[in-house]
């Protein structure tokens, strides 16, 4: 399918999500380090003339010049009926991936035979609220989501207190809880091999693998690119359907491992400079290099500037030969993280594609680039001609251009090694940077409370994609 074709099809199938959606398809989290934080109140009013403070401020109390606002209450009262609900709903835990185990299985039937009061109200609610958590946080914690950097915001849409409030206002324990599942097909279909594993390391995997979905967003939306590292893949989706697969290249192991993102692509860049970090232009002595041999830096396409302390400064012009290639889509992040084209392309052709310093490269690039030019400005099929045709112009200019993307679409880099592949299969990916180990070790240690909602390892800035000789 041609980029003209494929952007017709998919701003047709794609219509009625562009309305209603915002410019930006990611959720925006407030930062927290609890996982079941409720909103903040909104502000106070100001006292209405005639009002006491006390009447003007409702809830809010001055002690010793604090206020204290009340918060929504973690703890609900519950009826021998609802618990009884919420105690048949654990064994179903495993089907999940989850351990029935962590939920105090014994301790709640207890409860429920000495009868309703504040023993069993307590109970309750601590259970019904480990059970969220998990369900829509993931079990796992922060520290053994190794280069993990996505702050799901499913925490902040849906708040444990409301949670556990509707839950008990409806009556309806087991849906409340049930409704926490990842909506991707991808997550049921793991759910479906759990059910029927019956070898124990496999079954670890598919359990790990099904927490991972936890850690993103429940809904990554209606049309989004998402990229499986250890698989090598790349998917253009909308409303759950593969539209384009591409082949990728990520990072080497080690420090330039790619590191695992939900970002927004802002526009797509045509015919990329690129500055050569200081580790290359000192490290590697390129800035000499270049200074001293004019001939070579021509024709490798580098110009550098030395400044009156001595510091040399080196940038790759565009071209055939620049180590982006001809285009890479604009998503900021403090990871320096982008999907780019390469000039190396011979490299696709190799089963372990683990061979960048951290971005991932795209085969078939330059149709990725028109095609989001096209999805990210067209309002129909009149617009596809003249954003064509604009960009063939900018591309065959050689001219570094920045082309926004009015309509921006959300990317997610993620890490699975059990998965459904691009052509509907489930298939085992190689570890490719050991972070298994970490994952399954954890599912089967005791569970931890008071988890972290974002991660506490700090951004390694990638450097992509060294072609200095």
């Known amino acids: 399918m041609t980029g003209t074709a494929l952007v017709a099809v998919l701003l047709a199938a794609s219509a009625g999500a562009r309305e209603a959606a915002p410019e930006s398809l990611l959720p925006q989290p407030k930062p927290a380090t609890a996982p079941a934080s409720p909103p903040e109140p ?45 105690l048949d709903f654990i064994p179903g835990m495993k089907a999940e991936g989850l351990n029935p185990s962590d939920y105090r299985v014994e301790a709640l039937t207890a409860a429920i035979a000495a009868g309703e009061g504040e023993k069993l109200s307590k109970l309750a609610s601590e259970i019904f609220v480990w059970l969220v958590e998990d369900l829509r946080d993931g079990r796992t914690p922060m520290d053994s989501r190794r280069q993990w950097f996505v702050v799901d915001p499913d925490a902040d849409r849906l708040p444990t207190w409301k949670l556990l409030e509707d839950a008990l206002a409806s009556g309806d324990i087991a849906a409340t809880l049930t409704s926490l599942n990842p909506k991707h097909p991808d997550y049921a ?20 693998n099904m927490d991972r979905w936890r850690w993103l967003p429940q809904d990554l939306g209606r049309q989004y690119l998402v990229t499986n590292v250890p698989e090598y893949m790349l ?23 790619t590191p695992q993102l939900a970002e927004m692509v802002e526009a797509v860049i045509f015919n990329p400079t690129w500055t050569v970090p200081q580790s290359i232009v000192v490290g590697e002595g390129l800035g000499n290099k270049v200074l001293n041999n004019p001939g070579w830096a021509r024709n490798a396409g580098y110009k550098a500037t030395k400044g009156a302390n001595g510091w040399i400064t080196v940038v790759q012009q565009p071209g055939p030969t620049n180590s982006l290639g001809l285009m890479k889509l604009d998503m900021p992040n403090e990871h320096a993280i982008f999907l780019h084209d390469t000039p190396s392309r011979h490299l696709f052709n190799q089963d372990a594609r683990a061979l960048s310093h951290g971005c991932i490269r795209v085969k078939g690039a330059r149709e990725l680039a028109m095609t989001m030019s096209m999805l990210g400005n067209a309002s129909n099929r009149a617009d596809i001609p ?43 990916f190689r570890d490719i940077y050991d972070r298994d180990k970490p994952v399954l070790a954890a599912l089967d240690a005791p569970r931890q409370e008071n988890r972290a909602r974002e991660t506490s390892e700090e951004a390694v800035e990638i450097i992509d994609d060294m072609q200095t000789s």
Request: hydrophobic content about 40%; overall charge neutral; aromatic content about 6%.
């Open 189 to 208: 279909a793991l759910r479906a091999e759990l059910a029927t594993a019956t070898d124990p390391a496999r079954i670890k995997l598919i359990r790990a």
């Open 42 to 86: 909104a502000p106070a009013p100001a006292p209405a003339k005639g009002q006491t403070v006390d009447e003007a401020f409702g809830d809010i109390r001055m002690s010793s010049g604090e206020i204290v606002q009340e918060i929504p209450s973690l703890e609900g009262v519950w009826t021998v009926a609802q618990a009884q609900e919420l």
């Open 386 to 428: 003249a954003i064509q045709e604009e960009v063939s112009e900018i591309t065959m200019s050689g001219e570094y251009t920045r082309y926004e993307m009015k309509k921006q679409w959300p990317v997610y880099i993620t890490y699975f090694t059990m998965a459904t592949d691009v052509n509907g299969e489930m298939k085992t």
């Open 235 to 257: 998917r253009l989706t909308v409303n759950g359907r593969i539209i384009k697969s591409y082949r990728t290249i990520v990072g080497k192991p080690g420090r330039t491992a």
